[in-house]
Structure formats: structure tokens, C-alpha cells
């Protein structure tokens, strides 16, 4: 159940918002991300590793640039090669720190536009966890009383 169009939900990615309601932010400081949406509650980390796919966003958006950028270097300008190797050596050191919350942020789009629902909650508001018996709480409760 999609609220926004494909180029709004890429829009907000762009802004580092929600995907959801496009209004909530993405993250809480440089490269703290919050776990979900101040605004929808949409809950952003999916699944544990689920930022695997924004680490090989992150990695082919730096190797396509690099390589794109120095070819056209060498071909274009007279930039001697051990100069545009260094400084495409420089760029792929900081290009992916300053991509980092970008690739999350594309990534988290991507998949909401592919698969929008939410996976259920295993733990729903409501249910009380009180009644649920563990072993542990048994052993703890006849250690206590008795
Ligand atoms: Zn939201």
C-alpha cells in the first residue's frame, strides 16, 4: 500500500526522508540512522543486514565514477597518469563516506517501491508479554518462593 508515486518515494530519497510518508528523516546525525520513522513509525532496518544493498550501491556508484572520471581524464587532458591515478585513488577514499547516507537512502527507497508492506510484527503492541511463561521466569519464580 503505496502512498507516493515512484519519482516522489526517489524524491524523498534524495532529501533523506522517509519513504513512507516522505516527511519523517532518515537519519539522526552524520551517519546515525534512526530505527524508524519519527513521523509513520515506518520501521526502516527491515530485516537484520538488511544495509547490504546500500553497501553495493554505495561500491559501484564510487567504481563506476572513478573509472568513468579517470579514462576521461586521461583522454581529455594532459593529466600526467601517476596524477590521475592518485586523485581517482583520493576519490575513492571519500566519495563513499560522503555517499554513505545517500546509499541507504536510495536503497531503502528502491525497496519500498518493490515491496512496500511492512513484514508483520512478531511482537504487536497490545500483546502483553507478562503472560507469556519462559523457563527462566518459572526457575526464577519457584527460586524466589520457594
Ligand atoms: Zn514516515
Not at 554513505?100 to 512478531?122: G, K, M, Q, T
Amino acid at each position: 500500500m503505496r502512498k507516493h508515486s515512484v519519482r516522489g518515494i526517489f524524491s524523498a530519497g534524495l532529501r533523506l526522508k522517509c519513504p513512507s510518508c516522505g516527511e519523517g528523516n532518515l537519519f539522526s546525525g552524520m551517519f546515525k540512522m534512526c530505527s524508524e520513522c519519527s513521523r509513520c513509525h515506518f520501521k526502516f532496518e527491515r530485516e537484520m543486514g538488511y544495509f547490504v544493498g546500500a553497501m553495493y550501491i554505495n561500491y559501484g556508484a564510487t567504481i563506476i565514477m572513478a573509472f568513468a572520471g579517470f579514462f576521461a581524464l586521461n583522454y581529455l587532458t594532459p593529466i600526467a597518469f601517476y596524477l590521475n591515478a592518485i586523485l581517482w585513488t583520493v576519490f575513492c577514499v571519500l566519495f563513499p563516506i560522503f555517499f554513505f547516507r545517500y546509499s541507504r537512502s536510495l536503497w531503502l527507497s528502491f525497496d519500498y517501491i518493490v515491496n512496500p508492506a511492512e513484514p508483520p510484527d512478531p511482537h504487536p503492541e497490545g500483546v502483553s508479554s507478562v503472560h507469556q511463561h519462559t523457563p527462566s521466569q518459572s526457575q526464577e519464580r519457584s527460586n524466589r518462593d520457594g
